[in-house]
């Protein structure tokens, strides 16, 4: 294996402190890896850290695999630096460390195995460098930014944390087009927001309220009641409330599952049906998810791969073919080459 950067006594202390506090593999080599090397990091983080990434995997086509597993490297560790060190300034050292990989990712001179391997699936996709900063952005946010005033506020936060890896999945699926990055949109901010409603509790012991507040003064709920977990009638009313919003935004994404192939289609239903099952959990508890997180059983998991995997062998319809990479033809590009197609890299 090579040095550790985090050896290096030039490294800022601040940095150094937080490569510590997360695994010893996470941390930027002195040297480039490998690229083998460097692919298989990312395979075993796709399959370590996120069970409903393996199970995604199942649907996609073997020769785009790989680069999906490096998407998703890159996503999980750039998610933990800013939620997992527990300490906003070092967080934001970390962050720009990573924030200068991507760099030299794109000027081809990237050291840590993730970017080594996220440089090809760069270079085969012609992936703008933006979309993966753009997930940067949101996670510096929250390290100084706490509390959402409005619902747009909420939607701005998603514009960052979520929709950008809608659209890096849209990339490798050879889908390029400015309407399939809006549906996408809804989609992945309704599967964020359906996160957020999920984790009020863990969210709030990191410090961070995602529900709007003006939502909390027009349904009478206090800070208090979420730290005592106090699941009062106005704060189960406002939670059905942000349930139903939610699943419109849902509905607001659906119409993109016409406009791909038929496998990144099932990939969509898959994940829209996870982000729903959420929703319906919390209902099941009459909203009272203070102290008490709603979670999808494992039975029921595997009833939504069972249902996605016989939409892959049974479902019928016209199949929109995305493009050949690199196609440089204006406007809609969804047109001719069966390329593929799956999605999600989102934290558990």
């Not at 979670?295 to 069972?306: C, D, M």
């Not at 493009?323 to 204006?330: H, L, Q």
């Amino acid at each position: 294996m090579p040095q550790l950067a985090t050896q290096n006594s030039a490294l800022p202390a601040a940095a150094a402190s937080g490569w510590s506090r997360l695994p010893a593999e996470y941390a930027i080599p002195a040297t480039a890896a490998a690229l083998p090397e460097a692919q298989a990091y990312c395979a075993s983080l796709a399959r370590t850290h996120y069970e409903n990434f393996s199970v995604a995997t199942w649907f996609l086509p073997k020769r785009l695999r790989q680069h999906f597993c490096n998407v998703y490297a890159y996503c999980r560790i750039s998610d933990d630096l800013g939620d997992e060190v527990g300490d906003a300034a070092v967080s934001l050292a970390l962050l720009d460390q990573w924030q200068a990989e991507l760099d030299a990712c794109y000027a081809g001179t990237p050291k840590h195995p993730v970017f080594v391997a996220l440089a090809e699936t760069v270079r085969q996709f012609d992936i703008p460098k933006q979309e993966f900063s753009d997930l940067l952005i949101a996670f510096r946010q929250d390290q100084t930014v706490t509390r959402f005033e409005t619902f747009d506020d909420v939607r701005a936060y998603c514009r960052y944390s979520a929709n950008p890896v809608g659209h890096l999945v849209l990339y490798v699926c050879g889908y390029r087009d400015a309407e399939r990055q809006r549906l996408s949109d809804y989609t992945c901010t309704a599967l964020q927001l359906a996160n957020f409603w999920q984790d009020v509790t863990r969210d709030y012991a990191k410090g961070r309220i995602y529900l709007p507040l003006e939502d909390l003064r027009a349904f009478n709920v206090s800070e208090d009641d979420i730290l005592c977990s106090r699941n009062t009638p106005a704060f189960r009313a406002m939670m059905q409330f942000e349930v139903d919003r939610a699943r419109e935004w849902f509905r607001k994404g659906l119409p993109l599952v016409e406009k791909v192939d038929r496998e990144l289609a099932v990939d969509i239903e898959l994940f829209s049906r996870g982000g729903l099952e959420i929703l319906r959990a919390i209902e099941r508890q009459n909203y009272a998810v203070l102290g008490h997180r709603p979670v999808i059983s494992k039975a029921r998991k595997l009833v939504l791969a069972v249902r996605a995997a016989v939409g892959k062998l049974f479902a019928g319809g016209v199949e929109n073919k995305p493009p050949v990479a690199g196609d440089r033809v204006a406007g809609d590009r969804g047109a001719h080459q069966d390329t593929a197609k799956p999605s999600g890299v989102n934290k558990p």
